[in-house]
């Protein structure tokens, strides 16, 4: 059964940085493009970054580039989201999500639960 499991989530004022991780259980995590997704209140849920299997390409909303930073460690089978200079529009539930085929916006089939992004003005 796949597993991702979020964290890192939390209360930051504008300006300042977070860092998310997601844990991935019950997959051959190195097969899997990873990615990040995030949902407002009262938006729908957008894609934020995404990284591929092996060659480690990246990929980033136009909203955060230069800011936000993705990873993936294969061996610890984690992925993670750097995200710095955060802004109050950045505030969302934060998911991630994995695909085992595909590439790239395809469509990613495993969710995780969400962590909480809040940043205060």
């Known amino acids: 059964q796949v597993q991702l499991v979020e964290s890192g989530g939390r209360l930051v004022q504008a300006g300042g940085s977070l860092r998310l991780s997601c844990a991935a259980s019950?997959?051959?995590?190195?097969?899997?493009?990873m990615a990040w997704f995030r949902q407002a209140p009262g938006k729908e849920r957008d894609f934020v970054a995404g990284?591929?299997?092996?060659?480690?390409?990246?990929y980033y909303a136009d909203s955060v580039k230069g800011r936000f930073i993705v990873s993936r460690d294969n061996a610890k089978n984690t992925v993670a989201l750097q995200m710095n200079s955060l802004k109050p529009e950045d505030t969302a539930v934060y998911y991630c999500?994995?695909?085992?085929?595909?590439?790239?916006?395809?469509?990613?089939?495993?969710w995780g639960q969400g962590t909480q992004v809040t940043v205060s003005s």
């Open positions: 999500a994995a695909a085992r085929f595909g590439m790239h916006p395809s469509p990613y089939e495993h």
């Open positions: 019950g997959v051959t995590f190195s097969s899997h493009r």
């Open positions: 990284i591929g299997q092996s060659d480690g390409t990246t």
